[in-house]
Each structure stands twice: as structure tokens, then as C-alpha cells.
Nanobody, 116 residues
Framework: QVQLVESGGGLVQLGGSLRLSCVASGFTFSNYGMKWYRQPPGKERELVASITRAGGITNYADSVKGRFTVSRDNAKKTVYLQMNSLKSEDTAVYYC?????????WGQGTQVTVSS
């Protein structure tokens, strides 16, 4: 079955960097676009970034443009989110997402906390 497992979150200082990873299994990874979402405390989940199946097209929320980079390694069935110049408002649980046969699949999430 489809599984998405995120890792790489943690506590980081203002202005620091983190790289999140999401390892996928249970489907042909290279055939599907992937997305990263986040849910800040007390707020709704929001789309952060997306990447097409071959990685040729990426899109970002305005709030992270120029600071975050989404990439993927289809051989490793992994999608990444490089986060630089982190701000306090980036504090959230980060999830990777797959839309597969009309259904949304989510990982367990990884907590990112930006401290000042």
C-alpha cells in the first residue's frame, strides 16, 4: 500500500536551514507529482511546494519563494524540501502528499520549529 515517511524536521534557529525528506513506497514514484504541505499551530494545512513527476516543474507558495527548494530523486523514491533563511512563521508540521487515483495520501508529518 502507499506509504509516505517524512524525516528531517527539528529545532532550528532563526535564519537557519533544514532539509526534509519524504520516502515513498507502494506506487510507481516516478509517475506522480508530489507536494509538500505544512500546518502551523492552530491553523489550517497549506500547500508549500509541488514538483512534477520528472522534477522539471516546481511551484511554491509566495511565502516561501526564494527560500525553499523542492527536488526529487526518483531512483531513491524520495522527495526533498530544502528550507533556507527560516522564519518563525515557518514553524509547522510538514507533510508530503500524493494524489493517487483521486485520493490524498499523507505521511505522518515532521515537526519544524524555528526559534528566535
Amino acid at each position: 500500500q502507499v506509504q509516505l515517511v517524512e524525516s528531517g524536521g527539528g529545532l532550528v534557529q532563526l535564519g537557519g536551514s533544514l532539509r526534509l525528506s519524504c520516502v515513498a513506497s507502494g506506487f510507481t514514484f516516478s509517475n506522480y507529482g508530489m507536494k509538500w504541505y505544512r500546518q502551523p499551530p492552530g491553523k489550517e494545512r497549506e500547500l508549500v511546494a509541488s514538483i512534477t513527476r520528472a522534477g522539471g516543474i516546481t511551484n511554491y507558495a509566495d511565502s516561501v519563494k526564494g527560500r525553499f527548494t523542492v527536488s526529487r530523486d526518483n531512483a531513491k523514491k524520495t522527495v526533498y524540501l530544502q528550507m533556507n533563511s527560516l522564519k518563525s512563521e515557518d514553524t509547522a508540521v510538514y507533510y508530503c502528499n500524493l494524489r493517487y487515483y483521486g485520493e490524498d495520501y499523507w505521511g505522518q508529518g515532521t515537526q519544524v520549529t524555528v526559534s528566535s
